[in-house]
């Protein structure tokens, strides 16, 4: 009877043994996962960045025309329609106009009147970003085109432009998309003559940019998954100098930190899944942007 007794105790000595070291190995294999998971999110969030739109501005020099007559006469819609008739027959889309780069060339153009000057840039420093901006109009490329003289008409105004390689490179640009127009006749250089601005834009609205609230959600799970992370590592030293290391106390604390440990890795997968969705969002942008 002595020698069952003895044994059945080692036999429960062994398994308390067991227990309390299945326990351990278990506690420390969910940490050490945990703290991967927690490495590679920090290394995947810092990924995602919106780079600032390099804006374009192309600018040939100013064209003084060589056609002197009375009878010239130039409107904004007809210099628009020859530009896209231009456009057509060379196997482009035409170009929509615009009315806040239409307003941007009139101002352009009564500041050329007003300051005696035929320029892209005003003696004042104003350059064509100046004036576009100036009204709102967000654009990822732009382009201003710039005439001086009594050209007959608007025909003959487009024309003079598609002969300099400046101006008809503006005029036939694959990415632009809207243009703006103003002429108009006054006193510069003490005769009457016309003065012609033209300014086209790809909008930035063409590229799509990413969801901020997309962004705001990710930041917000960053900092959700810092505090987590606080709380683990203070439940986890917790759990450690706990003694003894079994029965209904400490196995609820086991329990919570388990269940503390599959919500912060949950938090961590479904930030991922908005990482990339918002990643890919930006790359898309930052194409666009490039052309």
């Known amino acids: 009877m002595s020698i069952a007794l003895g044994i059945l105790r080692k036999l429960i000595r062994i ?19 945990n703290f991967g998971a927690i490495e590679e999110f920090k290394n ?8 600032e739109v390099q804006k374009e501005i192309l600018a040939p020099p100013p064209l003084r025309g060589s056609v ?7 409107t904004r819609s007809g210099v628009i329609s020859e530009t896209n008739n231009q456009r057509i027959n060379n196997g482009l889309f035409v170009l929509r106009e615009n009315e806040s780069l239409n307003l941007a060339s009139q101002k352009k153009l009564q500041d050329m009147f007003s300051n005696q000057y035929f320029a892209h840039v005003s003696p004042s420093g104003a350059g064509p970003s100046f004036w576009i901006e100036s009204v709102g109009y ?40 809207e243009i703006g127009v103003a002429v ?6 003490g005769r009457e003559t016309w003065l012609a601005v033209q300014m086209f834009g790809l909008p930035l609205s063409v590229c799509p940019k990413p969801d901020e609230s997309l962004k705001i959600s990710i930041e917000a799970n960053q900092v959700q998954i810092d505090q987590l992370f606080i709380n683990l590592e203070s439940k986890r030293e917790e759990l450690e100098n706990t003694r003894p290391k079994r029965g209904s106390v400490y196995e609820q604390k086991v329990e919570e930190y388990n269940q503390l440990v599959v919500f912060y890795n949950d938090l961590i997968r479904q930030t991922k ?14 194409a666009c942007v490039e052309g």
């Open 15 to 33: 398994f308390a043994v067991l227990t309390i070291a299945t326990s351990l190995l278990y506690l420390w294999k969910v940490y050490f996962v």
């Open 273 to 286: 899944l908005l990482i990339e969705r918002y990643n890919r969002q930006v790359k898309s942008f930052n």
């Open 184 to 189: 108009g006749r006054g006193v510069f250089e």
């Open 44 to 51: 995947q969030i810092n990924e995602f960045s919106l780079e």
């Open 68 to 74: 002197q007559t009375q009878k010239s006469f130039l």
């Open 138 to 177: 967000e654009y990822v490329t732009v382009g201003e085109n710039l005439a001086l003289g009594n050209f007959s008409d608007d025909f003959d105004l487009v024309l003079a432009w598609m002969n300099s390689p400046g101006h008809r490179a503006n005029i036939l640009h694959e990415r632009f998309q």
